[in-house]
């Protein structure tokens, strides 16, 4: 009787000891899961940027080509 109790405390011990591992486990998945998802965000983040760069640039080059198409017109003037 002292016997079983004892090797119930142990199976419970076992239990006990596999489900904390499991959810180590599980929070370890899950802090994979936030590297990825991480990781796409700063490569959107760099897409965004560069697209929105090359949006600033082109509206530049297209400022500065209106200016000068205007600078001699003004001249005229």
């Known amino acids: 009787s002292l016997k079983l109790a004892q090797l119930k405390r142990e199976q419970q011990d076992y ?3 596999v489900q ?3 959810e ?3 929070k ?3 802090d994979e899961d936030i590297s990825e998802i991480e990781e796409e965000l700063d490569q959107t983040k760099r897409k ?12 530049d080059k297209e400022k ?6 205007r ?4 001249r005229q003037m």
Do not use: H
């Not at 965004?48 to 509206?59: K, P, R, W």
């Not at 600078?71 to 003004?74: A, C, K, R, S």
């Open 28 to 30: 370890f998945d899950q």
């Open 71 to 74: 600078n001699p017109i003004e």
């Open 20 to 22: 904390y591992l499991k």
């Open 15 to 17: 239990k006990d000891r």
């Open 24 to 26: 180590e486990i599980s």
């Open 64 to 69: 500065q080509s209106v200016l000068f198409e």
């Open 48 to 59: 965004v940027l560069g697209y929105f760069q090359q949006a600033i640039e082109s509206i």
